[in-house]
């Protein structure tokens, strides 16, 4: 039987080592870890997809472990340490079958079967992204770490590597601080978000190495950022609890979005739709509609959140389909009489009869499940 | 002139608006909706208004005889009397409300900053300093504070930077740090920084009332660990301004002091108050305060020790976005 986790709309990695699933059509947000297992050393810093088909999560916990979690299962089913350089995961990626992870100390690492591939990318690396387009490409940035873009296939020397603004009017070099980064669809271009407030657009395909793009939004660090679907601007989200989408055009502010309370520590923008998601330090997980701005939903989700996945499904009500009447009715059904008009009939009746039942049990399902996960790694 | 003035008295004793009780029904003559404030004459209009005042006043007097008289006569089995609205009782309700079942938010707490204090792992030391050159009420405010806040230590700021101040008062195993701000002479702001890894709160300081200010007030409190009281820390958030509190004081309070820190929080305003009390009967209590007496208003909670600008807010207080309803409370 498929797992309801798989309908989950939004997936939330909590600083208490909590992997959480929200569906937010039932409104309803479920732990996939048992209360009893939590230990705040497994907090989640780092998520990713380990597949296209989103049927696999990565979760990249402070203790460096990267667990495995299936979501047509509903939970972990393997763990592995992945060890070497210091600091937490900035970042986890997933090609050829294999994890990228990348440290705060700057140590880059494919973790292939055979041997692994190690690069150093310098240290105080804030945040590693790989190019959706070239899977085999990953951005790093960091404090005093300018971007840097790597070919995991030659992965001695960086195949682009970002310059600094121009000294200030001081003649003072400006400080660099990449938080976040992301590429552009159908194109070379690199956007990121920096701690002293810029947005900047890095162009690789150009002679210039310098950002060809700087806008600034607001007086606070910018944590994390995540291109509109149409990938002509950008939704930052800042420290202090503000965010706004920012045009890559022009470098304008084109609107903010409201509602926050404390720090923005991740940002996702649904592939198609019009549709934000972000969640923070003030325990809240938001969705957004960026064309009107309006709030869509609000989760209370208990601890405080450090990174989120929103779901690439186009049919956003898709729901699991309710699981039909117990299998042995209609075997019966099937020996009284073969007339299958009939059966569906009775099958419907029973459906709606069976809708508060069938969520009961299935709420009543779950611990056992968290057990068993517990019991796994 | 005569004419006049009974046509302006006889609409509005017809008015239909505040002044229709105040009237006899037989000159009612004028549209209804009329009320007082359209009498043009400014010295008719306020005489009018002044009784219909008046008229108010009889009629509320006289309705609240009326119920008292029936309750009276229902006696026992009189309707049990309605509850005044008050903004508290009529409070928004707070999804982030702390439920005490609730093993994830229980989680979260016992591994907390302030975990190793609850664990009793550390002992408070708290330093109390101010902004550069505090000036006299600011300094006996803060001379006031660390009598009642038990191992703590007032220095003067030197012009140093809370950043610089940090680093050392955590090799010298302080706790907490309380910054007194103040302006014109006047505190007016407090922050709270839990060491060695924050949180960091920010509060707004008002109405301080130094012990002299005060009124029939005891005499200079004891050296006595106090015992402290929360009042109403209900959500996720007055929990952890709660739980800070709490690991300002030490554990164990010695009852024999018979004093008391009371933090009550109504309304999002937290009000610090500091009492002795005795048991003078079984039943009788007395108490008296001993000050000093403020009041604080979070402005923000941070992660992390002090960091202005590049620190990550947990809570800010966007009176823009959040004070949308007067009934709605985040503390």
């Known amino acids: 039987m498929a797992s309801s986790a798989r309908w989950n709309h939004v997936w939330?990695?909590?600083?208490?080592?909590?992997?959480?699933?929200?569906?937010?059509?039932?409104?309803?947000?479920?732990?996939?870890?048992?209360?009893?297992?939590?230990?705040?050393?497994?907090?989640?810093?780092?998520?990713?997809?380990?597949?296209?088909?989103?049927?696999?999560?990565?979760?990249?916990?402070?203790?460096?472990?990267?667990?495995?979690?299936?979501?047509?299962?509903?939970?972990?089913?393997?763990?592995?340490?992945?060890?070497?350089?210091?600091?937490?995961?900035?970042?986890?990626?997933?090609?050829?079958?294999?994890?990228?992870?990348?440290?705060?100390?700057?140590?880059?690492?494919?973790?292939?079967?055979?041997?692994?591939?190690?690069?150093?990318?310098?240290?105080?690396?804030?945040?590693?992204?790989?190019?959706?387009?070239?899977?085999?490409?990953?951005?790093?940035?960091?404090?005093?770490?300018?971007?840097?873009?790597?070919?995991?296939?030659?992965?001695?020397?960086?195949?682009?590597?970002?310059?600094?603004?121009?000294?200030?009017?001081?003649?003072?070099?400006?400080?660099?601080w990449e938080r976040d980064l992301q590429f552009l669809p159908g194109s070379e271009k690199i956007v990121t978000c920096t701690g002293h407030h810029q947005v900047r657009l890095y162009d690789p395909s150009s002679p210039q190495r310098r950002p060809v793009l700087e806008a600034t939004y607001g007086e606070y660090p910018l944590t994390a950022l995540s291109l509109t679907p149409a990938a002509d601007s950008v939704v930052v989200g800042s420290s202090h609890g503000d965010m706004a989408v920012i045009d890559l055009r022009q470098g304008r502010l084109v609107k903010c979005l409201k509602g926050f309370a404390g720090s923005v520590r991740s940002v996702q923008c649904h592939p198609t739709l019009p549709l934000v998601a972000s969640c923070g330090l003030d325990r809240f997980l938001r969705v957004h509609n960026i064309e009107d701005k309006r709030l869509v939903h609000k989760v209370y989700l208990k601890s405080r959140l450090n990174c989120l996945l929103l779901t690439s499904r186009e049919r956003w009500e898709d729901e699991e389909p309710e699981p039909a009447a117990p299998q042995a009715d209609v075997k019966e059904e099937e020996d009284e009489l073969w007339d299958g008009m009939e059966t569906v009939a009775t099958k419907t009746v029973l459906k709606r009869n069976m809708d508060p039942h069938v969520r009961e049990t299935q709420l009543g399902k779950r611990p056992k499940k968290q057990k068993r996960t517990s019991a796994g790694p | 002139m005569c004419g006049l003035g009974s046509m302006a008295s006889g609409a509005a004793g017809s008015a239909a608006g505040p002044g229709d009780a105040a009237r006899a029904p037989d000159q009612a003559l004028f549209p209804p909706g009329f009320s007082v404030s359209e009498i043009k004459n400014k010295q008719r209009r306020h005489f009018m208004f002044v009784r219909w005042k008046q008229q108010q006043r009889k009629d509320k007097l006289a309705n609240k005889k009326k119920r008292k008289k029936e309750r009276e006569a229902l006696g026992d089995k009189a309707p049990p009397k309605p509850v005044p609205k008050t903004i508290e009782n009529q409070r928004v309700y707070d999804e982030t409300t702390v439920d005490p079942n609730d093993e994830e938010v229980a989680f979260d707490e016992s591994t907390d900053e302030f975990a190793p204090y609850f664990n009793r792992q550390t002992v408070p030391k708290i330093l109390i300093t101010t902004s550069d050159r505090p000036r006299g009420r600011t300094v006996r405010f803060c001379e006031q504070l660390s009598t009642i806040i038990p191992n703590s230590h007032v220095y003067y700021r030197r012009g140093l930077a809370l950043k610089r101040i940090i680093p050392q008062c955590i090799s010298r195993d302080f706790t907490d740090l309380i910054v007194i701000n103040e302006d014109r002479k006047i505190p007016n702001g407090l922050v709270l920084s839990h060491l060695p890894d924050g949180p960091t709160a920010?509060?707004?300081?008002?109405?301080?009332?130094?012990?002299?200010?005060?009124?029939?007030?005891?005499?200079?409190?004891?050296?006595?660990?106090?015992?402290?009281?929360?009042?109403?820390?209900?959500?996720?958030?007055?929990?952890?301004?709660?739980?800070?509190?709490?690991?300002?004081?030490?554990?164990?309070?010695?009852?024999?002091?018979?004093?008391?820190?009371?933090?009550?929080?109504?309304?999002?305003?937290?009000?610090?108050?500091?009492?002795?009390?005795?048991?003078?009967?079984?039943?009788?209590?007395?108490?008296?305060?001993?000050?000093?007496?403020?009041?604080?208003?979070?402005?923000?909670?941070?992660?992390?020790?002090?960091?202005?600008?590049?620190?990550?807010?947990?809570?800010?207080?966007?009176?823009?976005?959040?004070?949308?309803?007067?009934?709605?409370?985040?503390?």
């Not at chain 1, 597949?51 to 979760?59: A, G, H, R």
């Not at chain 2, 109405?207 to 996720?236: C, D, M, W, Y």
């Not at chain 2, 079984?282 to 000093?292: A, D, M, S, T, Y």
């Not at chain 2, 809570?315 to 409370?329: A, G, V």
Request: hydrophobic share 35%.
């Open chain 2, 202 to 331: 920010h509060f707004r300081m008002s109405s301080v009332r130094l012990r002299k200010e005060i009124k029939r007030k005891g005499k200079a409190p004891t050296e006595h660990q106090p015992e402290v009281i929360l009042n109403n820390f209900t959500t996720r958030l007055g929990h952890s301004i709660g739980r800070m509190f709490a690991s300002l004081f030490p554990h164990d309070p010695q009852f024999i002091g018979r004093q008391v820190a009371t933090f009550h929080n109504q309304r999002d305003y937290i009000f610090f108050r500091f009492h002795r009390y005795i048991f003078r009967s079984e039943k009788k209590v007395g108490i008296q305060e001993l000050g000093p007496r403020f009041t604080l208003k979070l402005r923000s909670l941070q992660k992390g020790t002090f960091d202005s600008k590049f620190g990550e807010y947990e809570w800010i207080h966007k009176h823009r976005e959040m004070d949308t309803s007067r009934r709605k409370f985040h503390l």
């Open chain 1, 12 to 176: 939330v990695g909590s600083e208490t080592g909590i992997l959480k699933g929200v569906n937010l059509r039932r409104r309803q947000a479920t732990n996939y870890v048992a209360a009893s297992a939590l230990r705040r050393d497994e907090g989640v810093c780092a998520m990713c997809w380990g597949d296209p088909s989103e049927s696999e999560i990565l979760v990249g916990c402070l203790d460096r472990s990267v667990k495995l979690f299936s979501t047509e299962k509903g939970k972990f089913t393997e763990s592995r340490q992945c060890l070497g350089g210091e600091g937490s995961f900035c970042g986890l990626a997933v090609h050829d079958s294999s994890i990228i992870t990348c440290v705060e100390s700057g140590l880059l690492k494919v973790w292939r079967d055979a041997e692994n591939v190690e690069t150093q990318v310098g240290a105080g690396v804030c945040c590693m992204r790989q190019n959706p387009a070239q899977p085999q490409c990953v951005g790093t940035g960091g404090k005093e770490n300018a971007l840097k873009v790597w070919d995991l296939h030659q992965p001695e020397e960086p195949i682009f590597r970002a310059k600094n603004v121009r000294n200030d009017w001081l003649n003072l070099q400006v400080p660099v």
